[in-house]
């Protein structure tokens, strides 16, 4: 499966950015999906994971309330909306697959990745 990101950007602490994640190549219901992000000097760190069926929902404790994880299976594509935005969640925000029926939040969970966009939040 192929994904790619969008909807990162430049936003003011306490706004809002919705990123999206289209899959392609594979029947995106077979994944499981995840967002990832890495700030710079730091490790990738789990964001937020979604089931196939998008029942089963897990957040970072860092994220849990201000962020929303969401899949549409019928366009093949994976949202994250973000909230009250501050200028700690600054970081390349990944999308990520993972073939399985459980869901998982370390990255070494996930086999395909998609290139990553940017979001900066000032203060």
């Known amino acids: 499966v192929q994904l790619q990101a969008s909807g990162g950007g430049l936003v003011q602490a306490g706004g809002s950015l919705r990123l999206s994640c289209a899959a392609s190549g594979r029947t995106f219901s077979g994944y499981a999906m995840g967002w990832f992000r890495q700030a710079p000097g730091k490790e990738r760190e789990f964001v937020a994971v979604v089931s196939r069926n998008g029942v089963v929902i897990r957040y970072a404790d860092s994220v849990e309330g201000r962020f929303t994880i969401s899949r549409d299976n019928a366009k093949d594509t994976m949202y994250l909306q973000m909230d009250s935005l501050k200028p700690d969640d600054t970081a390349v925000y990944f999308c990520?697959?993972?073939?399985?029926?459980?869901?998982?939040?370390?990255?070494?969970?996930?086999?395909?990745w998609g290139q990553g966009t940017q979001v900066t939040v000032s203060s």
């Open positions: 990520a697959a993972r073939a399985f029926p459980t869901i998982a939040t370390s990255s070494a969970g996930f086999a395909y």
